[in-house]
């Protein structure tokens, strides 16, 4: 339960002067985010909803009345009222509201109570207020006009007033004939009263009072009151300056009076902010607004002038590239024209492109070209300077300039060549001019700022020709600082230069695409930017660093694999294990670099770093980066060996059911044939006895390779100790005699088992052409017991009988599956007696070749032997013999 010291009431005062009660709760007083300071907090005692929360303002008067009532005006008409249970919880939130205000709690009012003036009152009512008499323009009122001026100023009423009283009188021409009268009796205390005065009224911050002082007739005395400051000794010889030392020049005659009053006007409106005037405090700096927005748009007239007068700007770009144009007087061209080019900065957009459009048409960048060519830097620097701020508008506008210039112009001569070349060449040990045309280079080359119309895509043409024509201007000092394995020049200018470009291409590398990817390649930018790392400036090491972390930041594999074939983290690993264990900008930026490797999981990189510096990192236990590398890479081998082993399997039984048929499935020649109609016998004979052909070449070609396996063990087994196997009657050769229903027959005389010779070298057989058929054929002819070749594939277990017998047997029964073609054939014995797992053939008489099984299982042979024996389904002779 909440302590009932801080129960409140929380009270507010209605339109009619009474007080309402906004419920019952506990006040807190804490710090509020949302209103940035202490704040008064009651929350309600039923739901918990906060009732109230007020901000303690340092100005707001709190009262506290009868030891348990707190008041206070939190705006105007909108007060409040807290009402305690207790006295202690009111002293409480008293003695806190009394801390933030930093007053003492034993009073009863934290702000005093101040009677409104006379002259509030006038300003709470603007129209009563009554206009300001100004004393008499004397010598004698000068401190009490000083006085006046510089009592008005808090008041904007006031100073409303006085403006007006001031412009009406014609108040400022008398005080400049009093400056005159007091400068000429050298009256030093009354100079001191008028520059306060002339600085009340520039604080007046009053336009047209600005127009009055700034006129010509009076501008060099209004400067030369404000030379008499009182806070400095002697006074500052301003009018002597402007008149003696800084020149007018005219660097193309002005037909236009008005503009060159304007010109005059605004160079000494701005010497007096600039110069004259003292820096403004911090309350004072808004109140010379109007002198800023004075300058601002004479700036814009001149502008405007300037561009409207085209005979003026046709002559000064005539002189401009004139080649009779004396080098001095195109100094001053260039600088007038730079000077033009800032002053349109204060244009608004619609009146800027105009602006730059025009400059354009009269061939701005063509004299910029010209002069950039010129040995002058005075020169060189203010077409630079005129050069950014065409680019800073309108990049495109140069891009396209660039694109039709090289049509007709050589490389060295292109504008934008120009200006690498002043980047390289720079003069200023600190490269500030380089800094500069570094940032133009960029905008140039920023694809965010590119368009893409219908007509031409502007990033694919410009980049393609950036890179064919200037890339290599851009690059060459870093590829001549790396000619050998450390720079050839490591001074700091050359450093920072080089840091410059590294910049710069970095920034391409993150926003081009194909372009830098082939120029990173074929010039072999990477190895070359490494060659950085043995530098003696850290900051060329990080910028080397840095070039390199974007690339490998891309994760790309056309860049991985450009690392790996060349070796590529050598520099790196090198300047890594060189560093040692100093604690810096560079280990940390190479840690990042293969924690990043990691965290990422670029595989191909993880690899590398492993297979390649494994020895050398292994020492490195400060972080957990490379001791995680391995670790990762081992689970990976690892994961890739069972992976290796499980394909093996897989392809191994792939293989095996791909090759491996079934004994009672029918190959394709059976399919077609039993497909054919009963009714068509005569019609399919020329179809079915093409497929017998082609499958009689199949299984001669077989055959012949049976008998080259059976000699291959025949050669084995002499050589050890089993017994020899043999086939008797060796000598004799066998005739195959096929008929198709059509009667049509089909002999074949097989070469002597003797020398049967390899499938190439065997001689052709007679009246059939030789197949190679291939190793996995299922269909296989088998021999008769006469000695004849039965078309079944079988062995056949009694002699053929006549064409037309209907016990031919069937090619359903082709041959048992092979899950290897190249099965070794079995023969019987020399003495008659099969071998182990030979099938023998009910014709006693017959020893030779015979077709056997796969090796799956002795249940498929049985099988086999008995379909051997089954007569076939009474379907129709396919073969009659």
Request: proline residues 5%; charged residues 25%.
């Amino acid at each position: 339960m909440a302590d009932t010291r801080r129960r409140v009431k929380l009270y507010m005062l209605n339109e009619d002067r009474q007080w309402d009660d906004r419920g019952t709760g506990h006040v807190s007083s804490a710090y509020v985010e949302r209103l940035r300071g202490m704040s008064l907090q009651v929350r309600s005692e039923t739901d918990g909803s906060i009732l109230l929360e007020s901000k303690i303002q340092q100005d707001t008067a709190y009262q506290k009345q009868q030891e348990t009532l707190i008041v206070w005006s939190e705006a105007d008409n909108y007060d409040l009222a807290l009402s305690f249970q207790e006295k202690a919880g009111c002293d409480e939130i008293w003695e806190k509201i009394c801390q933030v205000q930093g007053k003492d709690p034993s009073v009863d009012i934290t702000q005093d109570v101040v009677e409104e003036s006379e002259d509030e009152r006038f300003d709470d009512m603007p129209d009563a207020a009554p206009p300001i008499e100004l004393p008499p323009c004397e010598t004698s009122k000068l401190e009490e006009i000083a006085e006046l001026f510089s009592s008005v100023l808090p008041s904007p009423i006031r100073r409303e007033k006085l403006a007006v009283a001031i412009e009406a009188e014609g108040y400022i021409r008398k005080l400049v004939d009093l400056f005159h009268m007091c400068e000429d009796l050298e009256n030093i205390e009354g100079l001191h009263h008028l520059y306060e005065i002339f600085k009340s009224i520039f604080l007046l911050n009053k336009n047209a009072l600005f127009e009055i002082m700034f006129s010509d007739d009076i501008i060099f005395d209004i400067i030369g009151v404000l030379e008499y400051d009182p806070s400095s000794p002697t006074p500052t010889r301003h009018r002597e300056y402007l008149r003696n030392t800084a020149k007018f020049k005219e660097v193309v005659p002005m037909t236009n009076s008005e503009l060159e009053t304007k010109i005059h006007q605004t160079y000494r409106v701005q010497y007096i902010q600039d110069v004259i005037l003292p820096v403004p405090s911090v309350f004072e700096e808004n109140m010379l607004s109007s002198l800023s927005s004075f300058i601002f748009f004479n700036k814009v007239e001149i502008v405007s002038m300037i561009q409207d007068d085209v005979k003026f700007l046709t002559t000064l770009f005539a002189q401009l590239t004139g080649e009779e144009t004396d080098d001095n007087h195109r100094r001053d061209l260039v600088l007038f024209l730079k000077e033009f080019c800032t002053f349109s900065q204060t244009l608004q957009q619609p009146n800027r492109e105009s602006f730059y459009k025009t400059l354009s048409n009269l061939g701005i960048l063509t004299s910029i070209e010209i002069i950039l060519g010129l040995d002058d830097e005075k020169m060189k620097l203010a077409a630079i300077d005129i050069f950014s701020y065409i680019v800073e508008f309108s990049p495109s506008m140069v891009r396209d300039f660039i694109l039709h210039e090289s049509i007709s112009v050589d490389d060295e001569d292109l504008l934008i060549n120009l200006v690498i070349e002043q980047m390289v060449n720079d003069t200023d040990p600190e490269l500030g001019g380089a800094v500069q045309l570094i940032g133009i280079l960029r905008l140039l080359l920023d694809p965010e700022n590119m368009m893409a119309t219908a007509s031409k895509t502007e990033k694919s043409e410009f980049l393609s020709f950036f890179y064919k024509h200037s890339m290599h201007v851009l690059a060459a000092p870093l590829f001549v600082n790396t000619t050998d394995n450390k720079p050839s020049r490591d001074d700091y200018q050359t450093a920072q230069l080089l840091s410059l470009i590294l910049e710069l291409l970095t920034f391409c590398v993150e926003h081009h695409t194909y372009h830098i990817k082939n120029y990173v390649i074929t010039k072999d930018v990477l190895r070359r930017v490494l060659v950085l790392l043995k530098s003696r400036h850290s900051f060329l090491v990080l910028c080397a660093l840095r070039f390199c972390r974007k690339i490998v930041g891309l994760k790309e594999e056309f860049y991985n694999r450009y690392i790996i074939k060349e070796n590529l983290f050598r520099p790196v690993v090198d300047a890594f294990l060189a560093n040692g264990d100093r604690y810096n900008l560079i280990n940390s930026a190479m840690i990042e670099l293969f924690e990043f490797i990691k965290v990422e999981d670029i595989k191909s990189l993880s690899i590398y770093i492993v297979e390649t510096f494994q020895k050398e990192l292994e020492g490195v236990k400060y972080v957990k980066t490379f001791e995680i590398l391995k670790v990762r890479y081992e689970q990976q081998r690892d994961r890739n060996r069972d992976k290796h082993t499980f394909d093996s399997h897989a392809a191994s039984v792939m293989r095996s059911s791909r090759f491996r048929r079934d004994a009672r499935a029918p190959d394709d020649e059976e399919e077609i044939w039993f497909s054919q109609d009963d009714d068509n016998d005569d019609d399919s004979s020329p179809q079915v006895s093409e497929i017998l052909r082609s499958k009689i070449d199949s299984d001669i070609d077989h055959i012949h390779r049976l008998w080259e396996n059976k000699k291959a063990k025949e050669n084995q087994s002499d050589v050890g100790d089993s017994p020899p196997r043999a086939l008797s009657g060796t000598k004799s050769s066998i005739n195959i005699s096929i008929k198709t229903g059509s009667n049509s027959s089909l002999s074949s005389l097989l070469s002597s088992p003797d020398s049967p010779g390899s499938r190439s070298g065997s001689p052709p057989v007679s009246g059939l052409e030789s197949s190679n058929s291939p190793p996995h054929s299922s269909s296989r002819s088998s021999l008769s017991a006469n000695g004849n070749i039965s078309a079944t594939g079988k062995v056949s277990n009694s002699p053929l009988t006549a064409a037309g017998n209907t016990a031919t047997s069937k090619t359903a029964h082709a041959t048992s599956p092979t899950s290897n073609a190249a099965a070794s054939p079995r023969v019987a014995g020399s003495d008659g007696s099969p071998s182990a797992s030979a099938v023998t053939t009910k014709t006693p008489g017959l020893k030779g070749l015979v077709d056997y099984p796969d090796e799956d299982s002795e249940e498929e042979e049985e099988e086999e032997e008995e379909e051997d024996v089954i007569s076939p389904s009474p379907k129709r002779p396919r073969v009659g013999t």
